[in-house]
């Protein structure tokens, strides 16, 4: 899959971010409009703990991949086989409704003399998982950050998520998933390779 892949690191957006008190307010305005009361005893902290939750479940904004994958072992005994890591929870907003998609993510490279420590990979989909997102950009986003920092022969990333949007609203089809590949390098030109990638992945 071919796609122009923007990082939009928090440098930049500090000076526009609003205030922790002008986000409470947002969520006050909030709960008005779904016809609740803030002032109620049972809302009356809801402002400050949903401010506090979407700092955490959007901390990705604050995380630089670059940084994230910035150290490289170099001792790994001639190994150039394919490195794996599957099976990686994450928990994402969709950018069109905020509302959750949940699924696994597994990423695979092809290494070039150099490796990651494997829980890199795993902080690097959280990294991006906790930004306003389409499937279709995180699993993109991932293969382009491993390929452009280690330059591996080749990254193979699969994401098969739900998306709340479709289950909780809309068409309202619980237990839908949606698969997304993204393929660089040797990968990409190697279906072979693709194949046990995707072998690999469901033994």
Request: aromatic letters at 6%.
């Amino acid at each position: 899959m071919d796609a122009i892949v923007k990082n939009f690191p928090a440098t930049g957006l500090a000076n526009a971010r609003p205030t922790q008190q002008e986000a409470e307010d947002a969520v006050r305005v909030l709960l008005r409009w779904t016809g609740d009361d803030p002032s109620r005893e049972g809302l009356l902290d809801t402002p400050k703990r949903v401010a506090a939750a979407y700092r955490e479940l959007f901390s990705g904004y604050d995380q630089s991949p670059e940084e994230i994958l910035g150290r490289t072992f170099e001792e790994v005994s001639g190994y150039k086989d394919m490195v794996l890591v599957r099976d990686i929870p994450f928990y994402s907003h969709c950018e069109h409704h905020m509302v959750p998609i949940i699924g696994k993510a597994h990423v695979a490279y092809l290494p070039k003399g150099r490796v990651l420590g494997l829980s890199k990979i795993a902080r690097l989909v959280e990294v991006f998982g906790r930004r306003l997102q389409t499937q279709e950009a995180l699993t993109a986003q991932i293969a382009d950050a491993i390929q452009s920092v280690l330059e591996p022969r080749g990254v193979a990333v699969m994401i098969d998520a739900e998306h709340m949007c479709m289950a909780m609203r809309g068409v309202q089809k619980q237990g839908s998933t949606t698969l997304t590949t993204t393929f660089t390098a040797e990968f990409q030109d190697n279906a072979a390779e693709q194949a046990r990638f995707l072998t690999l992945i469901r033994t």
